[in-house]
């Protein structure tokens, strides 16, 4: 069986891994643009990867030449999900989550927030304000700073928080920094000033507190769900919080979600708020895997592929999980 992973990130690696262990006789054929991408030490044929013009046909040309029978898409994972039928057609399965109208919602976070308001899943939703010109971008910030919340904010279509910033009064980094960085309020302002808002800009209040990372897939037998707690650091806590769970299930039965995807949380004065889903496995699925027991990857594979598969919750309620840095040679 050949199964394709393009351009992933390095929890590839990983996710590879654990799928061998389920069944030694996949083979793998892995893409990138980084001719050192890590997770190519474990791929038994390693490609290039083109440039993003025409890259769904590339993607389809390519499953009809390597003779794919699953893919695994990470770039441009959207259009690829759109165009299921194709891959459908010429015998390629997607392991990635299809359903057009779900991952429209998924991938923009107002409209996340917005339809799981209307579906009565209001407290777990942190307060938001979805901004379409620069004068909304100051209104909404000045009114959390009011109401006491120090305040972030990115573009609602963002993934890895490559347009996020948290708004200080005396930030230490200047407005050149990279993702993530603190900035003030002036220089926020003239950070949204150069951009056309051709998507909103969700402003919101920044949750201080621990997050917490759900891995999740729909079986037969229910709901799988294995909750990560970011304790700081290396170390992750995967605890079987019944609250996280309950929380979780009322969310996922909004969406039709048939292959791993990740629910992500904060809290804040105790309460846990709902950051984002995303419609794929977590960059940390290892940690969840190993820290649970489960074999998610190789149980998602199965699924897809109309196999038996079986799993269970392990007997202990919390485990504590790290990772290190482990230096590899790559050939």
Request: one cysteine or more; glycine letters at 4%.
């Amino acid at each position: 069986m050949n199964i394709w992973f393009n351009h992933w990130f390095s929890a590839a690696y990983h996710i590879i891994n654990y799928m061998r262990e389920s069944d030694k006789n996949i083979h793998i054929i892995g893409t990138n643009s980084r001719a050192d991408s890590v997770y190519k030490l474990v791929c038994d044929e390693w490609y290039n990867e083109p440039s993003d013009d025409s890259y769904v046909e590339h993607c389809i040309d390519f499953c009809k030449e390597y003779k794919i029978n699953v893919f695994v898409p990470r770039r441009h994972m959207k259009e690829i999900t759109e165009n299921s039928s194709r891959f459908a057609e010429i015998g390629t399965a997607l392991l990635a989550n299809t359903d057009k109208t779900d991952i429209e919602l998924i991938y923009d976070k107002v409209k996340t927030y917005d339809y799981l308001k209307s579906n009565g899943l209001s407290a777990v939703i942190p307060k938001y304000y979805s901004c379409g010109n620069s004068e909304e971008f100051a209104r909404a910030v000045l009114d959390l700073q009011k109401k006491g919340y120090k305040v972030c904010y990115k573009i609602s279509v963002d993934e890895g928080g490559i347009s996020y910033h948290v708004i200080e009064e005396n930030p230490t980094v200047s407005i050149w920094c990279k993702s993530s960085s603190h900035v003030s309020f002036e220089d926020s302002i003239e950070i949204i000033g150069s951009y056309d808002f051709s998507v909103p800009v969700i402003v919101m209040p920044y949750l201080s507190q621990p997050e917490v990372s759900v891995d999740c897939l729909k079986t037969d037998r229910g709901l799988l769900m294995i909750p990560r707690y970011k304790m700081g650091g290396r170390v992750s806590k995967v605890d079987f919080d019944k609250n996280i769970m309950q929380i979780t299930e009322s969310i996922s039965e909004k969406f039709v979600l048939e292959m791993p995807y990740n629910v992500q949380y904060r809290f804040y004065d105790g309460r846990p708020y709902l950051l984002e889903i995303n419609p794929r496995m977590s960059g940390g699925i290892q940690l969840s895997c190993m820290g649970s027991g489960i074999n998610l990857p190789a149980l998602a594979l199965k699924k897809l592929l109309n196999q038996p598969y079986e799993w269970k919750y392990p007997d202990f309620q919390s485990r504590k999980v790290a990772h290190i840095e482990t230096p590899v040679i790559i050939k």
